[in-house]
């Protein structure tokens, strides 16, 4: 695909933007593309184009909108193998994992089917009646991350749409180009100016935020950036929906069987590289079955094959970018520097790629910055613990309450340790399995409002009470 094809989608044209930055291959270091820079009147004219289209989107039944929404899977998975190519050259990931994620987006756009608007009737007498409706913000700018970037745009971009919205879409610069492509295809089957794709640096998310013209940000992201974003929605009380970071604890009993239950906390930390964010960040081990559940941690990663997501057999690709490589050689710099035993596995290609070997470090302090701070890659704290109060505290011990998992035979057990965790979701004997429909609420500073299911529907919404008397008052 040549830097010609990638533009960005606003009141339903192609637009090439006149300044373009480039888009960087992580398996290799260098730019294989450009794309369009967005200028403040670029963005304006995205932003009159929503606010043209929005009324006439909300002003037809629910039903037909959700119809329309859910039609959208079929889209993506007519191009999936184009998508799935282009995710893995600007994101890193596997051709398998680029896949699966085309494959859940076009997923989540059809449980827009099951989704559904209330009105709720507080009060229906003879005398009065009182209801809840829901109804459109009206524009929302939806800002995206670089780790999942077409299934976050499905997140944001479906309830957005289903409520009533319409959406300026802004892609991570350092992943503009698949969600600049699959934009443009769902936008093309939607009323011109709905569905707007603008790409662009941290200007573009400044302005977007600032915009009068933008009712809502709904941003994932860091929670550092996430921050920025409310400080600057506030002078126009600008709703908000945040996704931030998470440190996100791994609690495993002693009862587990430690061959299979390592084996889904590796991956439940090192999926994706560990740029997930909801991976386990923090693995707390009883002190019973620590040394034979690290040694079958260190043994799984000794089997990974790291390396260039479009080669054959790669299980972990690259660092992303070269700013969070730079942050986990940095985190590791400082684990060195402490002492720290540390056991490396994995043998990365060399060269300019952001590429780092899986890294387990074996029973830090609780003040180590690798235990403290969110690492976002293939470097793993692992502790042991004794008791299962203690371990509680330790796992909430933290700005951050993103999710949490905790593993036992039996579940019970675990469910109740797991309604002592504040975060806002918790696996049990399992991580990252979840109905699509199922919502994800942060916790202090991991995030602000919900996402996904009905409950995530509502917040592209505002509410409008109207209560009626049924008879006028008569005259004495």
């Known amino acids: 695909m040549s830097a010609e094809s990638f533009a960005m989608t606003i009141d339903g044209r192609a637009v090439a933007a006149e300044s373009t930055f480039d888009v960087i291959n992580p398996a290799t ?23 043209r289209a929005q009324p006439a ?46 494959v859940g987006a076009a997923y989540y756009f059809m449980t827009a089917a099951q989704l559904s608007l209330p009105i709720d009737v507080l009060e229906d007498d003879d005398d ?42 802004k892609p991570s610069p350092y992943t503009p180009l698949t969600t600049l492509v699959a934009g443009k295809l769902l936008a093309d089957a939607l009323p011109p100016g709905l569905l707007n794709i603008v790409s662009g640096g941290n200007d573009l998310g400044a302005w977007m935020t600032a915009h009068p013209g933008i009712d809502k940000i709904a941003f994932t992201g860091s929670s550092a950036t996430g921050k920025k974003i409310m400080a600057g929605a506030a002078d126009g009380v600008k709703r908000i929906s945040l996704e931030l970071g998470g440190n996100d604890p791994a609690i495993v009993l002693p009862d587990v069987d430690v061959e299979a239950t390592s084996q889904r906390v590796f991956w439940g930390a090192f999926a994706n590289n560990g740029q997930i964010c909801a991976a386990a960040k923090r693995v707390y081990v009883h002190e019973d079955i620590y040394d034979g559940f690290l040694k079958a941690l260190i043994t799984h990663a000794q089997g990974i094959k790291i390396g260039d997501g479009a080669m054959q057999g790669v299980q972990i690709g690259p660092l992303q970018n070269k700013m969070q490589y730079d942050k986990v050689k940095e985190l590791t710099a400082d684990c060195i520097a402490n002492g720290y035993r540390m056991h490396v596995a994995g043998d990365p290609p060399t060269g300019a790629g952001y590429f780092l070997p899986i890294t387990i470090v074996d029973n830090p302090p609780d003040d180590a910055r690798i235990v403290v701070e969110e690492q976002f890659g293939p470097l793993l704290p692992v502790m042991k613990y004794r008791d299962e109060a203690d371990v509680i505290r330790r796992a909430n011990d933290s700005p951050y309450g993103l999710s949490a998992s905790v593993w036992a035979k039996d579940p019970a057990r675990a469910e109740a340790i797991a309604a002592q965790l504040d975060v806002g979701y918790v696996y049990v004997n399992t991580i990252h399995e979840q109905p699509l429909t199922a919502p994800i609420a942060g916790h202090k500073q991991s995030g602000l409002g919900e996402e996904n299911g009905n409950v995530g529907l509502l917040e592209y919404t505002n509410a409008r009470t109207i209560t009626v008397r049924k008879r006028l008052a008569q005259a004495a």
């Not at 670029?42 to 932003?47: C, G, K, S, Y």
């Not at 929404?69 to 998508?83: H, Q, R, Y």
């Not at 009646?129 to 479906?158: D, E, S």
């Open 57 to 102: 989107w909300a002003a037809l039944p629910f039903e037909q909108r959700r119809e329309k929404v859910a039609a959208l899977s079929k889209i993506l998975e007519a191009n999936l193998d184009p998508l799935m190519r282009l995710l893995t050259q600007e994101n890193g990931k596997p051709h398998g994992d680029a896949q699966g994620e085309i």
């Open 29 to 51: 270091g260098a730019a294989f593309a450009k794309a369009p820079d967005c200028s403040r009147a670029e963005l304006d004219e995205a932003v009159a184009a929503a606010r």
């Open 128 to 169: 009065r009646r009182t209801v809840i409706q829901r109804v459109p913000i009206g524009v929302v700018g939806a800002i995206l991350p670089w780790n999942f970037p077409v299934l976050v745009f499905a997140f944001k971009v479906i309830p957005a749409l289903l409520a009533g919205n319409a959406i300026v879409c």
